[in-house]
């Protein structure tokens, strides 16, 4: 049963938002094109893993995607876990390419690439290891769970050196191959560990304690405000400045018309600028005048508000 989604990864939206809104030349351009390839590239290794799993029985089961828990003031994030009444499964999700060498003695990963780079990084197994000591003391029950982790490689064509450790083979394993590795994790863990009532708190605090990742986008990527290019983006030609007539947005390059243009424009807002805004704000990011019109562009969109007239307050939408 899927119990907790994957989104799409909030820095991923704020990059695609200063693709549209920072200039093209501004000095960030190319850090953010490095950081979306690999942030886009680690999604698709989660998808291969997230088709596998849909293949395994729901009422036998509970997924949690994505998921980021707080214990002792200190955040740690699960890439994927799995309960089930006879154990607790965590996943981490690795999608990297080339030949990898997994150096037991130094707890090092070596990635050499198809150009012939060679780069060490982090044991990923030392990773959900550390992980699941964190997520059997944030779970504080005095039951004896078997605590089971994998490392699983979403890119099928990446070679796993066999020279690395042997107690790898038992940890590292293709997405392909998750499927059939669950099952027999659940043959080796045969007892009911968790009552039906004991599973049910679990997940539902599990799900009341996931804590998406929020972060300043001006102080992460470095840039301000006045970076930022203002008014509404024609979806078609992709220049800035469309103009509001009789209800809905025409651009003064192309002459292409859009009802909802408005929505990208404000979403960007609050993803790039800050995490609210005000009628006045979007005035002035819009360029618009009307305070009717605003405040129907506004609403049109949903979102959470307090306040009444101008002391209304609207909020950037939950996410994760």
């Keep these: 049963m899927n119990l907790l989604s994957r989104s799409i990864p909030t820095q991923i939206l704020i990059i695609e938002a200063l693709f549209r809104r920072l200039n093209p030349n501004h000095r960030i351009h190319k850090d953010l094109r490095e950081e979306y390839n690999r942030r886009k590239k680690g999604v698709a290794g989660e998808k291969q893993i997230d088709y596998y799993l849909e293949f395994l029985p729901p009422e036998q089961f509970y997924i949690f995607r994505g998921l980021r828990l707080i214990c002792d003031n200190k955040a740690f994030q699960i890439d994927t876990l799995v309960i089930s009444q006879k154990f607790v499964l965590l996943i ?128 992460t990527y470095q840039y301000s405000s006045a970076d930022i290019i203002k008014g509404i983006q024609c979806p078609e030609c992709k220049k800035f400045g469309m103009e509001r007539a009789n209800q809905v947005w025409e ?32 005035r002035d990011f819009l360029g618009i005048k009307s305070r009717k019109i605003a405040h129907r562009l506004l609403n049109s969109m949903n979102l959470q508000f307090t306040g009444t007239n101008k002391s209304r307050i609207y909020y950037k939408p939950k996410h994760g």
């Design 92 to 219: 981490e999700a690795k999608d990297i390419s080339g030949k990898l060498y997994f150096d037991e003695s130094y707890k090092q990963l070596v990635c050499i690439n198809e150009d012939g780079d060679q780069q060490v990084m982090e044991d990923p197994l030392e990773q959900v290891k550390r992980q699941s000591r964190q997520f059997v003391k944030w779970m504080g029950l005095k039951l004896d769970v078997p605590i089971e982790y994998l490392v699983v490689l979403g890119d099928s064509r990446t070679y796993i050196d066999p020279r690395s450790g042997p107690k790898y083979k038992d940890y590292i394993l293709h997405a392909h191959a998750l499927e059939e590795k669950i099952q027999e994790l659940a043959c080796k863990n045969q007892k009911d560990i968790f009552q039906e009532e004991t599973l049910r708190k679990l997940t539902s605090r599990i799900l009341t304690c996931h804590n998406p990742l929020s972060i300043d986008p001006q102080k």
């Design 251 to 282: 651009c003064p390059h192309c002459k292409a018309t859009s009802r909802d243009a408005h929505k990208q424009a404000i979403l960007d807002y609050l993803l790039l600028i800050k995490p609210t805004i005000t009628n006045k704000e979007c």
